[in-house]
């Protein structure tokens, strides 16, 4: 299910193509028709866009437009990220053999990822840890998730070495900020400082501009004792560095990881367009 804006969307693309079929451009109302089905897959309209669009493929024959692989892979990134990993992985796996370089190798990956979603842990593992993609993006993402499934399993020895590996091949890459805030979190929940402290601070080291780097300092400096003064004015150059909701809530949800609760409920009024007083 989908709400607010995205639905009027996916409303007012169908309301076009039933337009365009009723006025007999059956050619445009399959395109639009398409336009629900792939990019509003959680619509209650994708439904009743994939029968009207089924309806004119055999009217339409050979002049029926194909849809376009990346709207296909659009959509089942989509199903991903809404939590259907199931739903995504067969969509995948049946759009892999028509999909070509960076998109192919993304969507070799996220088969892996929505095993690893549905919490088939083993296998997942085995998959990410046999595949092999060109693309450095892609491969980023298949290590971090390699490395999450590691996690998962308690084998820590695996866990350092894909750190260690991320940091070699793709050191700037968003995912290796991830894989360390991920370690990082883990250790501090494990009380263990010598091993969290030089993850954050590779964070914050080499990602500066990044929001995610601000939230690493500030966590190094609340657990080492510093002034809540000091982890104030570190939020506050966060927000200042990238203002905005997500970096509101990023610091909300720092302060709560760091047990300050009264001052992650100021940061998520600051982030929903109220005072931070």
């Excluded at 994939?50 to 339409?60: G, I």
């Excluded at 989509?78 to 192919?104: H, I, M, T, Y």
């Excluded at 964070?203 to 939230?215: I, L, N, S, V």
Aim: glycine share 6%; charged share 25%; proline share 6%.
């Amino acid at each position: 299910m989908i709400h607010g804006g995205l639905r009027y969307l996916a409303q007012g693309d169908l309301a076009l193509a039933n337009a365009f079929a009723a006025a007999g451009d059956a050619v445009s109302a399959v395109v639009y028709y398409q336009r629900v089905y792939y990019a509003f897959p959680m619509s209650l309209e994708a439904a009743q866009a994939e029968a009207e669009s089924d309806k004119l493929r055999s009217q339409l024959g050979d002049s029926y437009p194909p849809p376009m692989p990346s709207a296909m892979l659009g959509r089942a990134l989509k199903l991903l990220n809404a939590g259907r990993p199931d739903s995504a992985r067969k969509e995948l796996e049946a759009l892999v053999p028509q999909l070509g370089g960076a998109e192919k190798d993304l969507a070799r990956v996220r088969i892996g990822v929505a095993g690893y979603n549905s919490k088939e842990t083993a296998a997942a593992h085995r998959y990410l840890a046999s595949l092999e993609v060109s693309a450095p993006e892609a491969d980023a993402e298949r290590l971090y998730y390699l490395l999450l499934s590691a996690r998962r399993l308690n084998n820590q020895e695996e866990v350092n070495e894909t750190l260690d590996r991320m940091a070699r091949l793709y050191p700037n890459s968003r995912w290796r900020l991830d894989a360390l805030v991920a370690s990082a979190n883990h250790y501090l929940i494990e009380n263990q400082m010598e091993a969290y402290e030089p993850l954050y601070r590779a964070c914050y080291e080499t990602f500066p501009q990044d929001p995610q780097a601000y939230a690493s300092l500030a966590i190094v400096l609340a657990v080492g004792g510093h002034p809540k003064d000091d982890v104030d004015r570190v939020m506050d150059a966060m927000f200042h560095a990238s203002p905005g909701p997500p970096s509101a809530l990023l610091a909300a949800r720092t302060l709560e990881f760091l047990g300050e609760p009264e001052a992650a409920r100021r940061w998520r009024r600051r982030g929903s367009g109220g005072s931070s007083q």
